[in-house]
């Protein structure tokens, strides 16, 4: 299972997190700012793993990735293998960059929503469904469609708007 | 008309969430400023009767909540509203924040079930997969027991895009609502079939959970999962089934006999890097028994390890040290590179090699390997170099010190440990210096030696990690004062001036032991007076040679020199500390008026011999490593009343003296009314007393039965203490009755020095240091009814199956209850399928459309 994933900048402001087990905000941010203290020290060439039990209990693991100014974060238990959650940051950062093209840390400020479907679509409830860019972009972009038309008519009154149909 | 008309112009003049971000980036007020206004904006907006403001409001509400902490749990209501529209944006936003804010507590989520249920059978399927989301995150027995039935039906989905999430979202349901599995499970298998390699892998994704919480339930599907290894050839599905299978194979070894092949096999053929780990970590961690299989997964190990990749070094010494345990000589043909590895720039990579080290370590190369590791810690960084002399601790002192031949050595080696500037392990090595000095009587000298080289220097007391080991060292020094070269520097060194640096506690050691210093060299004295001619060394024990001739001089400058050191903390505020130095100053006051004028001493009378014949007699007493269990073979001393009293205080302050959650009676009218109460009285009393609960008597009773010779006799008649006290063995003897370690000659030619004995205990020898758990033990929780559940699942789908059969279908014929038979049916069957080449089932990976054979170099 997949406990959180984490997009941090390298000033260690949180772009997107995620916590697939609940727990409180102050937590959440608690666990934010753990996370950045361990990976601001780290230095380069080295693994990309890391044990955080002290922060999310035991047997969690830690993977993440450096691209330019964003950290990704992955936070998982020994249901998943740690070459593969590797992989898997690469695949959401394919998706992303297919997304929005040479994507970078702005577009994923400015598109908060379309992160998370990008994101909903790949990992489901802290299991990995879906690995392939193609299929997610897909259903991304079904998404983006259908919100796009429940807006359209945002504006139009209800007589009008129950004529055209949902 | 006017309701939506405003509602246009609220929606015109509310600020977006793409506004609410962009708003962030520009502010000058300060983070926290913005953020209160736009929650202000917030709060307002949300109360609006149109949903799009709702929904906007609930939006800016959710990241605020999930980037910056806000706490959004208020909303929830909102969130229902939002969530019941039948825009799609909005639904998108109501579940988003129902996903993230929802909980146990939440009062609301009663309130969502018939909406949930309405969108899982919309015909819309990402409507579906968002609501299949909201109730895989948060979803509670309640709702997942009233939304079985449209999990079930989705299912059987023919969009496998809604069919995957379904899957996925039984996991929680299953959880969460136990009957789930009787109707759900069924279908679910179905999916083993499946030709689209999202359904499997989704499919053995949850059972990948669900073996980790309860394997026992999961085995009977083991035919199942097996003919998922061997065809198929999706890197993802492969991994989840050999984590399975390493669950699996755990509690049923034969399982291991059947797999091993097949996963030798993709680790020969595959070049998918994280598939060659799980095989390589499943067969290391279930599989240990095969050596052919531990063969070819520690190849692989190696390659990992020469690799430059630090993600594939690291998880290979990880790896390595899953498999070290039963199989050292893996760990032992790679030890370059893991000598090698402890100097890496990876923190990881160190510490996984040190790990690897210790596991190495013998009685023959500990000396050499803990120089080896010494050196590194000086040249470490303070985290490192403190791992590193954690590890040299615990691996040394592993039961009892069993790999310890040369005990002088290691006592120099926890002397020199206290040099290296960042230690900040002193309590362990204070442990250990107390422990050997208890435990090995022939390590004494070396341990005075080592502490007295600790006391005197004063740079050692102004640093704080120090302290214990100084508190060690000068109680060692107190303790075994015979071995002590020059007393008389001991307790200079145990007054001097930077004393005061320590805290009281230690400092009242320090005086202690000065004290027993002080005993020794008076004793010593008085005792050549006696012997006229005869040399002192004669009647020290063995190991201090070169002692100092006690001189009257020198007798009456050490009791100034304690009197002077100690006279001004005879006022000092610390209790402990003032006690200790007025002990000492009471003692000396009592014998100096004799000493000072050098009366007839050897008279054995006068007073000052006789104190400190007594004062020796109390210091003589040995002190041995005490078991943990030593308090409870104790038994429960005569006339001591537990519950008697109590009931008394029930009758009189029973209204105001509840059970310890009440806060209305203060503590101290608590406490002094059970002390005022408490009485001790006769065994007698007790038995014929009016009712003590049933309970405790048996209990008492029973204790008393196995640990007779522990009690005091119950006679009253007993005051003769002799008898009570042949009855009840010293605690010292209790300790050291057992198994005194035998020592053995040693193999090693050049071991001049036989292994001195060492005490140990045959019981309650706890470890302190308890050794790091290492990933592969289970901690989950068993849920027994998920599991029960699970099996009774399983009993009506083999029943099923078998009907099946009868009605003709083709399936292969697995219908034997015995998992093996059913695995080497499937192995036949696979056979002839091989010879007629005809196709199997289908998770072949030319449907793949995932890319993981390109995954991890």
């Given at each position: 299972m997949i406990k959180a994933v984490m997009m941090l900048n390298t000033q260690g402001k949180p772009r997107l997190a995620k916590f697939y087990d609940y727990m409180p905000v102050e937590k959440q941010q608690e666990l934010i700012r753990g996370v950045f203290s361990v990976l601001c020290s780290r230095p380069e060439n080295v693994s990309n793993f890391l044990e955080i039990d002290s922060l999310f209990g035991p047997f969690s693991r830690l993977v993440y990735k450096h691209y330019a100014t964003l950290y990704f974060v992955l936070v998982f238990d020994g249901s998943e293998n740690e070459l593969a959650m590797l992989d898997l940051i690469q695949v959401l950062v394919e998706t992303l960059d297919k997304c929005f093209s040479n994507v970078c840390e702005l577009d994923i400020v400015f598109n908060y929503s379309k992160m998370h479907a990008v994101l909903d679509e790949i990992v489901f409830g802290g299991q990995v469904l879906e690995t392939s860019s193609a299929e997610v972009i897909k259903a991304v972009e079904e998404i983006s469609k259908l919100e796009a038309a429940s807006n359209s008519i945002s504006l139009v009154p209800k007589s009008v708007s129950g004529w055209r149909g949902r | 008309m006017s309701s939506s008309s405003t509602s246009i112009m609220d929606n015109l003049f509310q600020r977006s969430l793409e506004d609410l971000i962009k708003g962030f980036r520009l502010q000058l007020l300060g983070e926290s400023n913005f953020i209160s206004r736009a929650l202000e904006e917030i709060r307002r907006e949300i109360k609006s009767t149109d949903l799009s403001t709702k929904s906007t409001a609930l939006h800016k509400l959710s990241y605020l909540a999930a980037l910056h902490g806000v706490d959004m749990s208020w909303a929830a209501f909102h969130a229902v509203e939002v969530v019941s529209s039948s825009r799609f944006q909005h639904k998108r936003i109501g579940y988003q924040a129902i996903t993230q804010s929802f909980n146990d507590q939440t009062s609301v989520m009663l309130l969502i079930t018939n909406q949930v249920r309405k969108d899982l059978n919309s015909a819309n399927e990402y409507e579906v997969s968002l609501a299949l989301e909201c109730l895989s995150r948060i979803g509670t027995h309640d709702l997942a027991r009233d939304l079985t039935p449209e999990v079930f039906t989705l299912l059987a989905s023919s969009k496998s895009f809604v069919k995957k999430k379904a899957i996925g979202v039984v996991l929680r349901v299953f959880e969460k609502y136990h009957d789930a599995v009787n109707v759900c499970f069924k279908r679910l298998?179905?999916?083993?079939?499946?030709?689209?390699?999202?359904?499997?892998?989704?499919?053995?994704?949850?059972?990948?959970?669900?073996?980790?919480?309860?394997?026992?339930?999961?085995?009977?599907?083991?035919?199942?999962?097996?003919?998922?290894?061997?065809?198929?050839?999706?890197?993802?599905v492969l991994i989840k089934v050999l984590k399975i299978f390493a669950k699996l194979a755990s509690i049923e070894p034969r399982l291991g006999k059947k797999v091993a092949e097949p996963i030798c096999e993709h680790m020969r053929r595959t070049v998918a890097?994280?598939?060659?780990?799980?095989?390589?970590?499943?067969?290391?961690?279930?599989?240990?028994?095969?050596?052919?299989?531990?063969?070819?997964?520690?190849?692989?190990?190696?390659?990992?390890?020469?690799?430059?990749?630090?993600?594939?070094?690291?998880?290979?010494?990880?790896?390595l040290s899953i498999v070290a345990p039963k199989h050292l000589w893996a760990v032992l043909e790679n030890k370059e590179v893991i000598v090698k590895a402890m100097s890496d720039e990876d923190p990881n990579v160190k510490l996984e090699a040190l790990h690897l080290l210790m596991e190495m370590v013998n009685e023959d190369?500990?000396?050499?390997?803990?120089?080896?590791?010494?050196?590194?810690?000086?040249?470490?960084?303070?985290?490192?170099?403190?791992?590193?002399?954690?590890?040299?601790?615990?691996a040394c002192s592993r039961n009892a010190y069993e790999i310890i031949v040369d005990f002088d050595w290691y006592v120099s080696l926890l002397g020199e440990?206290?040099?290296?500037?960042?230690?900040?392990?002193g309590e362990e090595i204070e442990h250990q210096l107390i422990d050997i000095g208890m435990r090995v009587r022939d390590a004494r000298p070396q341990l005075v030696r080592v502490s007295w080289a600790l006391l005197i220097d004063p740079a050692l007391l102004s640093n704080l990690f120090l302290h214990p080991i100084l508190s060690a060292a000068a109680w060692v020094s107190g303790e075994y004062v015979e071995f002590s070269k020059n007393p008389y520097e001991t307790v200079e060194a145990l007054l001097q001036p930077r004393t005061g640096l320590l805290p009281p506690s230690i400092r009242a050691v320090y005086i202690h032991s000065a004290f027993k210093v002080l005993v020794f060299c008076l004793g010593s004295y008085f005792s050549s007076q006696e012997t006229t001619s005869s040399s002192l060394a004669q009647e020290s024990s063995s190991g201090s040679s070169s002692m100092n001739a006690f001189t009257h001089g020198s007798i009456l400058n050490l009791v100034n020199v304690i009197e002077r050191d100690l006279g001004p903390l005879s006022e000092t505020h610390n209790v402990e500390v003032q006690e200790r130095a007025k002990n000492v100053l009471g003692f000396i006051g009592m014998i100096k008026q004799e000493i000072a004028e050098k009366l007839d001493l050897q008279d054995n009378e006068t007073e000052s011999s006789r104190v400190t014949a007594f004062m020796e007699d109390v210091f003589s007493e040995e002190f041995g490593p005490v078991s943990a269990t030593a308090q409870e073979?104790?038994?429960?001393?005569?006339?001591?009343?537990?519950?008697?009293?109590?009931?008394?205080?029930?009758?009189i302050c029973g209204e105001f003296l509840k059970p310890v959650e009440s806060e209305s009676v203060s503590y101290t009218d608590k406490i002094s009314f059970s002390?005022?109460?408490?009485?001790?009285?006769?065994?007698?009393?007790?038995?014929?007393?009016?009712?003590?609960?049933?309970?405790?008597?048996?209990?008492?009773?029973?204790?008393?039965?196995r640990h007779g010779m522990f009690y005091l006799t119950s006679q009253k008649e007993d005051p003769d203490s002799n008898s009570t006290h042949s009855d009840y063995p010293l605690a010292n003897e209790l300790a050291n009755e057992i198994s005194q370690d035998p020592f053995n000659p040693k193999r090693k030619p050049n071991q001049s020095k036989p292994r001195p004995v060492v005490v140990k205990l045959d019981d309650g020898d706890e470890s302190r240091i308890t050794p790091q758990a290492k990933k592969n033990i289970q901690t989950a929780k068993d849920d027994e009814s998920l599991s029960l559940a699970i099996q009774s699942a399983l009993l009506v789908k083999n029943k099923g199956k078998e009907k099946d059969r009868y009605e003709g279908n083709p399936n292969s014929g697995q219908q034997e209850k015995e998992e093996s038979s059913r695995i080497e049916n499937h192995q036949n069957s696979e056979n002839k399928k091989k010879k007629k080449k005809k196709k199997k089932n289908g998770e072949s990976s030319k449907h793949n459309c995932t890319n993981h054979d390109g995954e991890m170099k």
């Open positions: - | 298998v179905e999916n083993f079939e499946s030709s689209n390699p999202q359904i499997l892998s989704a499919v053995v994704g949850v059972f990948c959970e669900l073996a980790t919480k309860d394997p026992q339930s999961c085995l009977p599907l083991a035919p199942e999962f097996y003919k998922v290894l061997v065809d198929s050839r999706n890197n993802w890097k994280s598939l060659v780990f799980e095989c390589v970590r499943t067969v290391v961690s279930s599989l240990s028994d095969h050596e052919a299989a531990v063969k070819l997964a520690v190849a692989k190990i190696r390659e990992f390890l020469v690799e430059d990749d630090p993600n594939l070094k690291y998880l290979g010494l990880n790896a190369n500990v000396s050499e390997i803990s120089r080896i590791l010494m050196n590194y810690a000086l040249k470490s960084d303070p985290l490192f170099c403190n791992e590193i002399i954690f590890f040299v601790l615990s440990m206290a040099r290296i500037p960042h230690c900040q392990r073979k104790a038994g429960v001393p005569d006339g001591l009343e537990l519950k008697e009293n109590l009931v008394d205080l029930e009758e002390i005022s109460k408490l009485r001790i009285r006769d065994q007698q009393e007790a038995s014929s007393s009016s009712s003590p609960p049933d309970e405790a008597s048996s209990l008492l009773a029973e204790h008393r039965k």
